[in-house]
């Protein structure tokens, strides 16, 4: 399989605009991929981020595998950060973000009403594209504010939302301008933060099968039939089997078999999922 990059021109236009408005903000919100947590850190962002304080979203939580998920919360609270699960398309959620907003404006706020200043806060909104930032912005105004869509890249300019309490900064999702690691790019594609349009959606869904195969095995049977773990391709031919994607001639249609694996995995119909093990990253800093 051939090396992912990808890093459009427009974002470093949007980090130019977000390292100017940080200076406004009081804190950011970086929303990272609950399937993915640590592909989905741009480590690029820091230095953008500087010393505001941070609030990691884990959205997409209601895909997640809950123990994993569980698992990385304790690693990032264990390095001092605030973090939080969430699904923003659940209404639900908002009350539990707003919270956390609340928790870090907390000295701001009692310092500015002991001046008798009702003041609003002022957050960015950050991260790998297509991790639901958009969505997130629409769930805290109530209200569809932000352009959203299921594909990378959907925001491209940086600009601000009011939202009730807190003003909002949306942003374009942003990768860094190349991929050291591999494996983690490889998870990026399969939740959609890279464009498909550059992949080789064979590669990725054979990819994508054999660490489902060595994670949840399980799955792959429930849902495709699959039993023989011991070869990607094997697996592949099985897949397209059990769904009826036979061409004429008998020969398989890998293309309608890969679409289908990768759309199953992004909208939760083989299981709750998450590609990564937080038992890995003991040592990862933030």
Known sequence: MKNIQWFPGHMTRAMRDMEAKRDLCDGVICVLDARAPIATVNKNL???????????????????????????????EGQGRYVVKCNSTNVSSKRVLLQKLGEITQEKRA??????????FR???????NTGKSTLVNLI????????????????????LKCGAFD??????????????????????YIG?????????????????????????????ERYGITD?????????????????IL??????????????????RKGRIGKICMENPSDYTDYTL
Not at 111 to 120: D, L
Not at 168 to 186: I, S
Not at 248 to 265: C, T
Request: net charge neutral; charged share 30%; proline share 4%.
């Open 123 to 129: 957050f960015m909104v950050a991260g790998i594209p």
């Open 248 to 265: 004429r001639g008998g020969e398989y249609d890998y293309e309608r078999g890969a679409k289908a694996l990768i759309d199953d995995f």
């Open 46 to 76: 820091r230095s953008i981020f500087g010393e505001k304080p941070v609030l990691y979203v884990l959205n997409k939580a209601d895909l997640a595998d809950s123990a994993k998920l569980d698992g990385f919360i304790k690693l990032f």
């Open 193 to 221: 933060s890279i464009n498909d349009e550059i992949l080789d959606m064979d590669d990725i869904a054979l990819e994508l099968l054999g660490e489902l195969a060595t994670l949840y095995p399980e799955y792959l049977t």
């Open 111 to 120: 310092r500015a009403q002991a001046k008798g200043v009702n003041r609003t």
């Open 168 to 189: 909002l900064l949306d942003t374009p999702g942003t990768m860094p301008p190349a991929f050291d690691n591999q494996y983690h790019a490889r998870h990026l594609a």
């Open 229 to 245: 773990f011991s070869e990607k391709l094997g697996m592949y031919e099985a897949l397209c089997k059990r769904r009826g994607f």
């Open 141 to 160: 105004s109530g209200q569809k504010r932000a352009k959203t869509g299921d594909k990378a890249g959907v925001t491209r300019d940086v600009r601000w």
